[in-house]
Nanobody, 123 residues
Framework: QVQLVESGGGLVQAGGSLRLSCTASGRTFSSYIMGWFRQAPGKEREFVTG????????YYGDSVKGRFTISRDNAKNTVYLQMNSLKPEDTAVYYC????????????????WGQGTQVTVSS
């Protein structure tokens, strides 16, 4: 069992930056790939980015490429999402998730989820 807790969300102006964190409980964090998803009101949950268990491989959704960066610190059981050049369309609840797979971009492939953190980008 893995419990995930996100933090770092908030209100930011367009063009600004935020860094989200997701801390996991348990001693097997490094066994999981980690992902970030987001969901805006009335929309489906969208894949944002994912990272391999050792941090070597990362992949991004087209809408955030070049602006967002995922990283992880297995010693701290934490995954990060650095968000730069934020746009109003980035407004959503952001969720981190964990999966025992090599690669996963669908929310259906992830086993554990955090409670989410709100990110609001004003124009």
């Amino acid at each position: 069992q893995v419990q995930l807790v996100e933090s770092g969300g908030g209100l930011v102006q367009a063009g600004g930056s935020l860094r989200l964190s997701c801390t996991a409980s348990g001693r097997t964090f490094s066994s999981y790939i980690m992902g970030w998803f987001r969901q805006a009101p009335g929309k489906e949950r969208e894949f944002v980015t994912g990272i391999s268990w050792n941090g070597v491989n990362t992949y991004y959704g087209d809408s955030v490429k070049g602006r967002f960066t995922i990283s992880r610190d297995n010693a701290k059981n934490t995954v990060y999402l650095q968000m730069n050049s934020l746009k109003p369309e980035d407004t959503a609840v952001y969720y981190c998730a964990a999966a025992l797979k090599s690669v996963a971009t669908s929310h259906r492939e992830y086993d554990y989820w955090g409670q989410g953190t709100q990110v609001t980008v004003s124009s």
